[in-house]
């Protein structure tokens, strides 16, 4: 059975960093294409970022220099380093299989805010 589990979200101040992780179950992260996107509050889902299979990464404009994308292939684990966080980047971010708007997890909330 497939499934995303994401979680490391939370409260963060502007400037601060949080990991998010995606822990993929049912099939071999490291075999698809992974991405990380978001939906903020009334707004719909913005591509993050991505992994290919060959580990090469691509990220949004909002993203570049401040966040990266990694994944873990023993742990068939996905990770998100979120550095630098803006009030923009408060949303509920999601890890999807295949297609940013592929099959995704429950979603973590990340909220940036003093």
């Known amino acids: 059975q497939v499934q995303l589990v994401e979680s490391g979200g939370g409260l963060v101040q502007p400037g601060g960093s949080l990991r998010l992780s995606c822990a993929a179950s049912?099939?071999?992260?490291?075999?698809?294409?992974m991405y990380w996107v978001r939906q903020a509050p009334g707004k719909g889902l913005e591509w993050v970022s991505s992994?290919?299979?060959?580990?090469?990464?691509l990220y949004a404009d909002s993203a570049k220099g401040r966040f990266t994308i990694s994944r873990d292939n023993a742990l068939n684990t996905l990770y998100l380093q979120m550095n630098s966080l803006k009030s923009e980047d408060t949303a509920m971010y999601y890890c999807?299989?295949?297609?940013?708007?592929?099959?995704r997890g429950q979603g973590t909330q990340v909220t940036v805010s003093s």
């Open positions: 999807a299989r295949g297609d940013p708007t592929g099959p």
């Open positions: 992994i290919n299979t060959f580990g090469t990464t």
């Open positions: 049912g099939f071999r992260l490291s075999s698809n294409w």
